[in-house]
Every structure is written in structure tokens, then in C-alpha cells.
């Protein structure tokens, strides 16, 4: 089972809104909504930002968003702020019963 | 508060076996999946294994037939017995817990495998 496909960095300034792709196949992101992403700082352990697509966990900003087309699907982050410079990976359940994730992305705020 | 807490972990050389624990708290640990999650030095996130509540074992293609997934219900408790150890499964082993259909909700600390001789 190959990583998802993420750009390895995204980087955007105070109050931007950048967004994180994540890309494929039709045996994962394009055949289930099981599609999740979370945040990681270092030397710490993931946090979940967004489950099914679209929905955030009680406590997540509402500048977090997601959304999927096809075999992709993509974070936004809205009013872009220092607190969100951290790494990003996305995750899908696959048609094989096991779940993989994104190769991730490195945010950086200038 | 739901806590979950990952032990065992150490230096092994290859060809060893380890087993690493994770206790869980603040949830019914029966009816929760559970995952076993791992990230080697400067490297991304890499999904190991995964245990439903109804026993069903799921396990990435880089560990199967070498790692084993297992839990005690009666005593909070999800294993991962790694043998046949190898460089290339060094890494920080999470333990991750469903709240959310297909989402990793809760995580533990980590703990650190390090395989070399």
C-alpha cells in the first residue's frame, strides 16, 4: 500500500489561507469518506483536525476545513496564524480493509 | 479524560523480538478499534496494524507475518508483539484509538523501538 500523496511543504503568511492536497486512488480517498487529517508538532503525538471529509472534533477552529473531488482530497486552513506552523497528514481507510497515510506536509508561516 | 499509554519499547537487536503495551482509560476499551501506529526518525506517519472491538486484525504489508496485534478486554490493554525485528522498524510506536468512523481520535505518547546491533 503506496502513501498518499502530499506536497512535502506549504507555506503562506498571517491571516492567508493556504490549502494541502492529498491525492489517491480509487481503492482509498476516491471510494470512501473515510478520510481524516491531523496536525503534529514535533516530538509530540497527532492530533485530529477533520474525520469524514468535512467534520471537525469539538475544539478544532472552524479556520480548519476539508473537502474531497475524485481521488483527492484537501485541508484549508483560513486566517492562517503562527500556532498552525506544524506537519500535516492526511489518512484513508482502503478497499484492501487496512487504513494509509499521507506522505505529509511541513506548513510553515512566513 | 481519556488517556492511553504506551510502554515497552527499548533497543533490540535485529532479528529480536519485542512487545509493546498500551493501556487505555477514560473510554470502554471493548468497544473502541484500536490501532498501532509508527514513525521512524525524521519520517512520516506509517499505520502498522489495527484491532476491532468484534477481534477482526488488519496489518500493513511491511509487518504482516512478522508483528501480531492482540487486546485484553478484562484489563484495558492492546499489545503488539514484534518479532523478526529489522533497522528499518525503528521508529515511535503510538497507540491510536476510533471515536469517529475511519478517524484516529485519541493517541497515546509514543514509545521508542530501536532496532540495531
Known amino acids: 500500500q503506496s502513501a498518499l500523496t502530499q506536497p512535502a511543504s506549504v507555506s503562506g503568511s498571517p491571516g492567508q489561507s493556504i490549502t494541502i492536497s492529498c491525492t489517491g486512488t480509487?481503492?482509498?480517498?476516491?471510494?470512501?469518506?473515510?478520510v481524516s487529517w491531523y496536525q503534529q508538532y514535533p516530538g509530540r503525538a497527532p492530533k485530529l483536525m477533520i474525520y469524514?471529509?468535512?467534520n471537525r472534533p469539538s475544539g478544532v477552529s472552524d479556520r480548519f476545513s476539508g473537502s474531497k473531488s475524485g481521488n483527492t482530497a484537501s485541508l484549508t486552513i483560513s486566517g492562517l496564524q503562527a500556532e498552525d506552523e506544524a506537519d500535516y497528514y492526511c489518512h484513508s481507510y482502503t478497499s484492501r480493509n487496512t487504513h494509509v497515510f499521507g506522505t505529509g506536509t511541513t506548513v510553515t508561516v512566513l | 479524560e481519556v488517556q492511553l499509554v504506551e510502554s515497552g519499547g527499548e533497543l533490540v537487536q535485529p532479528g529480536g523480538s519485542l512487545r509493546l503495551s498500551c493501556v487505555v482509560s477514560g473510554f470502554s476499551f471493548s468497544n473502541y478499534w484500536i490501532h498501532w501506529v509508527r514513525q521512524a526518525p525524521g519520517k512520516g506517519l506509517e499505520w502498522v496494524s489495527r484491532i476491532k472491538s468484534d477481534g477482526s486484525i488488519s496489518y500493513a504489508d511491511s509487518v504482516k507475518g512478522r508483528f501480531t496485534i492482540s487486546r485484553d478486554n478484562a484489563k484495558n490493554t492492546l499489545y503488539l508483539q514484534m518479532n523478526s525485528l529489522r533497522t528499518e522498524d525503528t521508529a515511535v510506536y503510538y497507540c491510536?484509538?476510533?471515536?469517529?468512523?475511519?478517524?484516529?481520535?485519541?493517541w497515546g505518547q509514543g514509545t521508542q523501538v530501536t532496532v540495531s546491533s
Open positions: 491510536a484509538a476510533r471515536g469517529h468512523p475511519g478517524a484516529l481520535d485519541y
Open positions: 480509487s481503492s482509498d480517498v476516491g471510494n470512501y469518506d473515510y
Open positions: 469524514e471529509v468535512t
